[in-house]
């Protein structure tokens, strides 16, 4: 490729290279085959190439982003291709996910790279949805227990219509395709919604689990993931049952991976 000074082919030799090197989990290999890679898709504005392959490149971009390896571009592709994230980016911060939810210190949430406002009482009540869901681990929460959460005292029934219509509100306010709900379980899509304490959790799982076997550049790195992302108590002061609850324990992880 260089004798015919192809960048094309050189492209497509190093991204055969990052392929083979993922596969064989040779880290530093992949990291070199990658930056080599996509600097020569940056200048030359790829958009595509032989043989695209979503899957894969979506494991690619996601570890370009882990290796800050041609972040910006990596974002762009994403979006442009609109590709789903593997299930290993999944806390991953720089994936450019279409919901940020951030529950640390603070309550917030970014829609498509935007803040989303909140104002009046009817979108409160769909907040208080989002972030009860969130304190049950955003993963197959029954309607039981949310309706429970937040309607404690009221008829079944009655409790069941006010958060099916609490949620058609809260899916207006951060996308009807953020959070499924199957078998009378809701759950926030992993493909589309990125939320601070899924990653805080994984970082502090992998630390408190494997701390033995990992290397001191790994642990550091595991210790200012959590840094960074533990800023505050969970939802700062907001004093409902479920939020207290979930506050204590994610306390006491972040105290066990200190101790750790």
């Known amino acids: 490729s260089r004798e015919m000074r192809s960048p094309s082919m050189g492209y497509l030799c190093y991204l055969a290279q990052a392929e083979i090197a993922l596969r064989r989990g040779e880290e530093e290999a992949c990291r070199a085959a990658l930056a080599q890679c996509l600097q020569i898709g940056r200048q030359q504005g790829y958009r595509n190439h032989t043989l695209w392959d979503a899957e894969l490149m979506a494991h690619l971009y996601a570890k370009a982003l882990e290796y800050g390896i041609e972040v910006p571009y990596v974002q762009e592709q994403i979006r442009c291709r609109a590709l789903v994230p593997p299930v290993a980016a999944e806390s991953l911060d720089a994936w450019p996910w279409k919901l940020r939810i951030h529950t640390f210190g603070r309550f917030a949430l970014v829609r498509d790279g935007k803040p989303v406002k909140f104002e009046g009482r009817t979108q409160k009540r769909a907040l208080d949805l989002l972030?009860?869901?969130?304190?049950?681990?955003?993963r197959e929460v029954s309607e039981q227990k949310l309706c429970d959460a937040l309607w404690p005292g009221t008829e079944a029934d009655d409790a069941r219509v006010s958060l099916k219509i609490t949620l058609h509100r809260l899916r207006g306010l951060i996308g009807h395709e953020a959070i499924t709900l199957r078998e009378s379980k809701l759950t926030l899509d992993p493909r589309i919604c990125w939320v601070d304490t899924w990653g805080f959790e994984r970082a502090v799982n992998r630390l408190t689990a494997t701390a033995n076997t990992l290397s001191a550049n790994e642990i550091a790195r595991l210790g200012e993931r959590m840094l960074a992302l533990y800023g505050g108590s969970f939802l700062g002061d907001d004093e409902?049952?479920?939020?207290?609850?979930?506050?204590?324990?994610l306390r006491g992880k972040w105290m066990h991976a200190i101790a750790a």
């Open 240 to 249: 409902q049952a479920f939020t207290l609850s979930a506050r204590e324990r």
């Open 131 to 138: 972030k009860a869901l969130v304190a049950y681990g955003g």
